[in-house]
T-cell receptor
Framework: DAGITQSPRHKVTETGTPVTLRCHQT?????MYWYRQDPGHGLRLIHY???????DKGEVSDGYSVSRSKTEDFLLTLESATSSQTSVYFC???????????FGPGTRLLVL | EDKVVQSPLSLVVHEGDTVTLNCSYE??????LLWYKQEKKAPTFLFML????IEKKSGRLSSILDKKELFSILNITATQTGDSAVYLC???????????FGTGTRLKVLA
């Protein structure tokens, strides 16, 4: 298994509070991704990173920001959580953009 | 708009049965198609297909791609309860390298 961990694994928070999810990899891969998974939808890309301090938006980026200050860590922040952001969040990594993406174990977020 | 559609949405079979899962796609610039298996947590990679007509095989699982008709199938023979999972299909756009996922097929194998 690719060395990817996510923290926390579960979180319950209230509407309007900030939330930060962390993805950590030990593979030294250049690309890292954040997806959300919701019933009736496939995995949808939120943001991705192609290097330290290099990030770009995915298809559902509104309400989310990301940061990557080290190769191994990619943070996803919900500045002010809303109930529509209740979801399961997956991090993925790939060696470069042409290579297969491998997924972390996921974070289940509930916004009340 | 790029789109991936999987069918059926769900399937219940008995151990020993053979199942065929379908993935059809519309994408502006096709690079590859991937299959993942998702049990309770992370999707795990099964196959990547880039060329038509070449079967990829791993144990009881096999998959093939038809780039003319724009679909792929995933076959599982002699199913086991451990095959119970959601099977995800994703297509990679060669312009953006972004993955477009289908909603998955939920397979339940009964003992």
């Amino acid at each position: 298994d690719a060395g990817i961990t996510q923290s926390p694994r579960h979180k319950v928070t209230e509407t309007g509070t900030p939330v930060t999810l962390r993805c950590h990899q030990t593979e030294n891969h250049r690309y890292m991704y954040w997806y959300r998974q919701d019933p009736g939808h496939g995995l949808r890309l939120i943001h991705y990173s192609y290097g330290v301090k290099d990030t770009d938006k995915g298809e559902v980026s509104d309400g989310y920001s990301v940061s990557r200050s080290k190769t191994e860590d990619f943070l996803l922040t919900l500045e002010s959580a809303t109930s529509s952001q209740t979801s399961v969040y997956f991090c993925a990594i790939s060696e470069n953009r042409q290579e297969t993406q491998y997924f972390g174990p996921g974070t289940r977020l509930l916004v009340l | 708009e790029d789109k991936v559609v999987q069918s059926p949405l769900s399937l219940v079979v008995h151990e020993g049965d053979t199942v065929t899962l379908n993935c059809s796609y519309e994408v502006t610039n096709f690079r590859s198609l991937l299959w993942y298996k998702q049990e309770k947590k992370a999707p795990t990679f099964l196959f990547m297909l880039t060329s038509s007509g070449i079967e990829k095989k791993s144990g009881r699982l096999s998959s093939i791609l038809d780039k003319k008709e724009l679909f792929s199938i995933l076959n599982i023979t002699a199913t086991q309860t451990g095959d119970s999972a959601v099977y995800l299909c994703a297509v990679v756009n060669s312009g953006t390298y972004k993955y477009i996922f289908g909603t998955g097929t939920r397979l339940k194998v009964l003992a």
